[in-house]
């Protein structure tokens, strides 16, 4: 979802780069190829496009101004999360079809999995995002969801968001949960281990991690 993550700001938290110019730098090389190939000299405006976008993009998700930060990566993640989404949409109905019980989804992002939770023996859908600008499109998938399946006359577990960390869910949690799913999460978790001793006080004996 182009958004690192580390420990030291929470399991799930935003990792800074401060001399790490990644981001744009990837960009950047995509336009100097397109500069420099036989058929990519006359796309150049558009490479130093890319660039000028690629540390726009980078200054505003790492800038110390919350507000600003917030309402752009609220307006740039969800069509990113949705795009990804779509071209995994076979596989991850097969996998999430033995979904049952009580369901935590961790790092639910824009809610893209909760679609998946229909006509499926689920008793509740616990959608945990810690980024508060994805909370809205989050809970905006879940309503959406939930009126699909009425209208199609099929069933839908009743849907939790929380806007926490999963090092936060307190202990009366332990041990309540069938299923938890790290969408598009443990690739970009730094300590994984720290996360695994998580998921296993919340699983219940026999529950299963997606991811």
Known sequence: ?????????????RQRFPKNLFLPGTVGM??????????????????LGACIVGVAGYLVAHCNIPKLRDFTLSRAVPPAL??????????????????????????????????????????????LEPFP???????KNADASMTDAQQRGESHPPVTVLNQRLED??????????????GN???????????????????????KLYF
């Open 1 to 13: 979802d182009g958004v690192v993550y580390r420990i030291d700001d929470g399991l799930v938290g």
């Open 30 to 47: 995509v336009g100097i190829v397109a500069a420099v190939s036989p058929t990519g000299r006359s796309y150049l405006g558009y490479g």
């Open 82 to 127: 949705n795009g990804m989404d779509k071209q995994l949409k076979r596989v991850k109905k097969e996998l999430f079809k033995s979904l049952e019980g009580r369901v935590l989804d961790v790092g639910a992002g824009t809610g893209s999995y909760i679609k998946y939770s229909h006509n499926l023996p689920i008793s509740e859908y616990v959608a």
């Open 133 to 139: 600008y994805l909370i809205p499109a989050l809970k």
């Open 169 to 182: 869910l307190p202990a009366d949690q332990d041990g309540k949960f069938d299923a938890v799913i790290f």
């Open 185 to 207: 999460v443990m690739c970009e978790i730094q300590d994984c281990d720290a996360a695994l001793v998580h998921v296993r006080r919340l699983l219940r004996p026999g529950g």
